[in-house]
């Protein structure tokens, strides 16, 4: 496998990169930003934030396979049963990260009892007996007044001890849940990477693109991403792509751009009116891409809505 | 550089401050969000949800000025810092599963948290038997594996995968069973097992950092607790009911026998002796003749049975606030359709009918109050005067003369029901619709929810 190649995990013809590295690359380097979708571990009840996996859209993809940028891994097959002798020591090294860092924490709580030793020294244990003996008597009072007691004092001294009795068991230690599986040594992704998309399409791991549509798609995509812009998904604006003029973290779209298969691909006045009316009252031009097939070229016209009046 | 900037962390440093004060002046108020990676606090730090940032218009030429691709640089920075934090969690609180694949369910061995509250369901599997006796059948808790990724997804559920060979140790517990799955291994193997795929789990897991409780409305299997069928819910009739009901069904049948032709020249049919009594609702009435709503059925349309329709019910949602059993749901909040945008056009008008022919009616949106009136209960908007006639014919018994001879009782209209007392605004009832379902349309990863009600517009005559 090429080792300057981006990888992405292909399951389910999805693609994914759990790579940091190789997200801070895409982006700076291949102008790719895909869609966060994982859940921010630190911040995990919203939604504004995401975090890894990245995934890409299909036409990210495909350019970025095309141009020799990035291999694809098909990622259920990389992941092998571990053998049992690397899980031992696997395993080993794991129960050792633990111990060390249960005497950490062992070693830190004994330092700070030392020191803040207030709750323990004589005069509070002193202070508390005389406490308990005090509401003892009260209670042992109410009883011999002859109502009865709402509550029975004697659990309630007896408890300390029990509860005194469960750090000694295991003390508390983190537990971490990997994220990317290059970590664990029975992750071989070696075997099932495809540097090429006929490759990966003969496999069976990644099938698009397969109509004219997709094909256009895909070119158009390509033909925007070489004149250095950024591209989004651009659902919510009523076409295919967001047009950005540098990195989305930083600049607005100028462009909705829609693509059409053909130069000789029906386009309905109504659709004119909607995309112009649509990208004015967004600050956007409509970008109307049509993609030839046979010269493999892209023309692009732009809508606004004159306003004159 | 300054060291102040080269962290990302700018809550605490004053000069990045003034950076980003510079920045909004260029703002120019886009609607697609401006995210702000830079605001986001560092890992340990208390969970803030921070607010999006300001955007630049465009890059100046040459690729953007300095200061520009400085403030990209921390931008990146920033958020790469955010994506490399880890899923830690103490032992005492983390839960424990093992991903069987060949079930496509994850069992939790040990479920700790306020998560198992709305996750997860009990299933009897046959116990491994350890002395060579007849395996028993015992109670397991499992998860779905939505429930199972998106657990282990925010560190809560650390899950390793079935396998009879490997045992992990952990200090002072059991030994878990199989090798320890990662988070990218949860993606690759859960998403495409038992009818989960990569938009649904989106949308679920969306829905879940909200805090909504969802389940699924097919249950996989039996053992699945759900809420019961739409179908159910009309109370099931009595033999005698049903005998009562058939009646007046035939009497109609045998009235429309012997009435005369309908007449498409003049539905109004006045003269003789019909055209006394005749009011606004009866010439409405009877100028009606097309046949409206929702209960008519559709024009059969002939590739309705090509292929199976992408719009089907998937989740039921319930809101934070809707008290939830996990054993017993009750009648979900939210029925919820999941498509992929890509490749699903908009839903056809058989689709959307085959959607709401299984939903409830929904009882109106309460009225706005001006001013609370006791006892005051606005009836549902069944109450209009072409059902009610027809809740008047069925609640009699069969054998009245009218029913017998209609014809010679034509001209009486059954009795209206008193006028309300206050009717619903009927643009509010019609907006609202009487049932609805939401379709989360996904994208590759941009979400949109859309709300399809049915109105009702022929109860409401505008007149």
């Known amino acids: ?309 | 550089m300054d060291d102040s900037l080269e962290r990302p962390s700018t809550l605490t440093s004053p000069g990045s401050a003034d950076l980003r004060d510079q920045d909004d002046e260029n703002s120019s108020g886009d609607e697609d969000g401006a995210l702000d990676w830079s605001k986001l606090p560092p890992a340990p730090g208390r969970p803030v949800i921070p607010k999006r940032g300001e955007k630049d218009f465009e890059p100046s030429v040459e690729g953007g000025s300095g200061l520009q691709l400085h403030v990209l640089d921390r931008a990146r920075a920033a958020m790469l810092e955010a994506l490399k934090a880890d899923r830690n969690t103490s032992s005492k609180s983390i839960s424990y599963g093992i991903w069987y694949p060949s079930i496509s369910r994850a069992h939790a061995t040990v479920a700790r948290g306020v998560h198992f509250g709305s996750m997860g369901h009990s299933v009897p599997r046959p116990a491994p038997s350890n002395a060579g006796e007849g395996s028993k059948i015992q109670k397991r808790l499992e998860l779905l594996p939505e429930e199972a990724l998106y657990l282990v997804e925010r560190g809560t559920l650390f899950c390793t995968r079935e396998s009879p060979t490997v045992k992990l140790n952990a200090p002072g517990m059991e030994d878990i069973e199989g090798a320890p799955m990662t988070v990218q291994q949860a993606f690759a193997e859960m998403i495409g097992s038992e009818g989960l795929t990569l938009e649904k789990y989106q949308v679920y897991a969306y829905l879940k950092r909200l805090g909504f409780s969802i389940t699924r409305t097919d249950p996989p299997t039996s053992s699945y607790p759900s809420a019961q069928p739409f179908a159910s819910v009309t109370p099931p009739t009595s033999l005698l009911q049903r005998l009562f009901s058939w009646i007046p069904s035939c009497m109609a049948r045998i009235r429309q026998l012997f009435s005369r032709r309908f007449d498409w020249w003049k539905p109004l049919r006045i003269g003789g002796f019909f055209h006394h009594n005749q009011n606004m609702n009866s010439v409405f009435k009877s100028l009606r003749f097309i046949p409206s709503g929702h209960s008519v059925a559709l024009q059969p349309s002939k590739n309705l049975a090509a292929q199976a329709s992408p719009y089907k019910i998937f989740y039921n949602l319930y809101k934070p606030s809707t008290p939830f059993r996990k054993t017993a749901p009750g009648p979900p909040d939210f029925s919820l359709v999941i498509i992929n945008a890509r490749t699903t056009p908009m839903p056809s008008l058989h689709e959307l009918a085959a959607l709401f022919d299984v939903l409830p009616e929904m009882p109106p949106p309460p009225p706005r109050q001006r001013r609370p009136l006791p006892g005051d209960k606005t009836p549902a908007p069944a109450a209009t005067p072409k059902q009610a006639n027809e809740l008047a014919t069925t609640a009699q018994p069969g054998f009245t003369l009218s029913t017998l001879f209609p014809w010679a009782f034509n001209n009486k209209e059954p009795s209206q029901p008193p006028p309300q007392v206050r009717r619903p605004n009927p643009f509010v009832v019609l907006k609202s619709g009487k049932k609805s379902v939401v379709v989360a349309a996904v994208d590759t990863g941009s979400i949109s929810f859309f709300r399809f009600g049915q109105g009702a517009f022929e109860e409401f005559p505008v007149v």
């Open chain 1, 1 to 309: 496998m090429p080792a300057d190649r981006v990888r992405l995990r292909v399951s389910n013809q999805k693609a994914y990169i759990w790579d940091i590295d190789d997200i801070a690359t895409v982006r700076a380097k291949h102008n790719i930003c895909g869609i966060l979708t994982g859940t921010l571990p630190h911040l995990s009840q919203q939604n504004v934030f995401l975090g890894i996996p990245l995934v890409l859209m299909p036409e990210e993809v495909v350019m970025l396979v095309e141009k020799e940028l990035a291999v694809i891994i098909d990622d259920p097959r990389a992941h092998h049963h571990p053998s049992a002798d690397s899980f031992q020591r696997y395993n080993d090294e794991r129960i050792e990260s633990i111990n060390l860092q249960i005497s950490l924490t062992g070693a830190k709580e004994v330092q700070e009892s030392t020191h803040a030793g207030r709750a323990m020294s004589d005069e509070a244990q002193r202070k508390r007996k005389a406490r308990e003996d005090k509401k003892r008597a009260a209670a042992l009072a109410l009883a011999a007044s002859g109502s009865e007691p709402l509550f029975d004092p004697t659990p309630a001294a007896a408890a300390p001890p029990a509860i005194a009795d469960t750090p000694a068991a295991i003390p508390a230690y983190t537990v971490t849940v990997p994220a990317s599986s290059s970590s664990l040594p029975w992750y071989a992704p070696s075997q099932s990477v495809y540097t090429t998309i006929e490759g990966a399409r003969r496999a069976g791991v990644w099938v698009y693109p397969e109509t004219p549509h997709e094909r256009a798609k895909c070119g158009v995509f390509r033909g925007l991403c070489e004149s250095g812009y950024f591209m989004g998904g651009g659902i919510r604006f009523g076409g295919d792509y967001l047009v950005y003029p540098g990195d989305p973290l930083r600049y607005h779209s100028h462009f909705v751009a829609s693509v059409h298969d053909s130069p000789t691909s029906i386009l309905r006045p109504m659709e004119i009116v909607a995309h112009g009316r649509l990208g004015t009252a967004t600050k956007k031009a409509h970008l109307l891409c049509g993609w030839d097939e046979a010269k493999k070229e892209v023309a692009y016209f732009s809508i606004e809505w004159a306003g004159f009046g």
